[in-house]
């Protein structure tokens, strides 16, 4: 059983376009989160929920946004696709946030804008 | 510059041999993070630590609050062990930072 899941794996699209990735956790955590690494590898937090709460909000462009229907799922909305946008997505899931125990990560959502 | 150093920032070794990684950063934290990231690109939590050291297998995790440093050490490294560790603080201020990692390979 896959613990943190991402869907689509791989997703290649046009600028301009609107994109969504999707992320399911069957841990029980209370915590999500998504995460940014560019081309050089370089890891950063874009947004943390609690029990669908949204308590880490970084300096990310407006374009992304957010969505936790519930505890298990946090999905990522990305309107008006950039070249800079290309990454890999990384969702995870800890018990509490932050400090609230590991974090399990999942396989990551490789993003290229044409 | 970044809240979280790491060095070295590449690191090669024969296998069998004792390997440390360092971490240091700036802030205040309330835990610090060592992460593995695989060659294919998944990542995996090896510690989540606040204070003293921690144990897993070969892998030992130390964390001096004083000095803000962290290190992670690797007993008896083997080609397995090869990937990208990453340091990472969850600080005081409610924010999460990463150092850019370190690259290892272990040759057999």
């Known amino acids: 059983d896959t613990a943190v899941s991402q869907t689509p794996k791989y997703l290649v699209t046009q600028m301009g376009n609107d994109k969504s990735i999707k992320c399911e956790q069957n841990?029980?955590?209370?915590?999500m989160y998504w995460y940014k690494q560019d081309s050089k590898k370089f890891l950063k937090i874009m947004f943390s929920y609690n029990n669908k709460e949204l308590i880490i909000n970084e300096t990310v462009p407006n374009r992304f946004s957010p969505k936790s229907p519930d505890k298990a799922h946090l999905n990522l909305h990305i309107n008006s696709l950039e070249l800079g946008d290309s990454a890999v997505y990384f969702c995870a899931s800890s018990q509490a946030p932050l400090v609230g125990g590991e974090q399990f990560f999942g396989p990551g959502t490789r993003l290229t804008v044409l | 510059k970044n809240e979280v150093e790491q060095s070295p920032q590449n690191l090669t070794a024969q296998e069998g041999e004792f390997i440390t990684i360092n971490c240091s950063y700036s802030?205040?934290?309330?835990?610090l993070h060592w992460l593995q990231q695989h060659p294919g690109g998944g990542i995996v939590s090896l510690f989540m630590?606040?204070?003293g050291k921690k144990k897993h297998g070969r892998l030992i995790a130390t964390i001096n609050i004083q000095e803000k440093h962290s290190s992670l050490h690797i007993t008896a490294s083997h080609p397995r062990d090869s990937a990208v560790y990453i340091c990472?603080?969850?600080?005081?201020?409610?924010?999460?930072?990463f150092g850019t990692g370190t690259s290892l390979t272990v040759i057999p």
């Open positions: 802030v205040g934290i309330s835990a």
């Open positions: 630590l606040s204070s």
């Open positions: 841990l029980g955590h209370d915590t």
């Open positions: 990472a603080v969850a600080s005081t201020g409610n924010q999460f930072y």
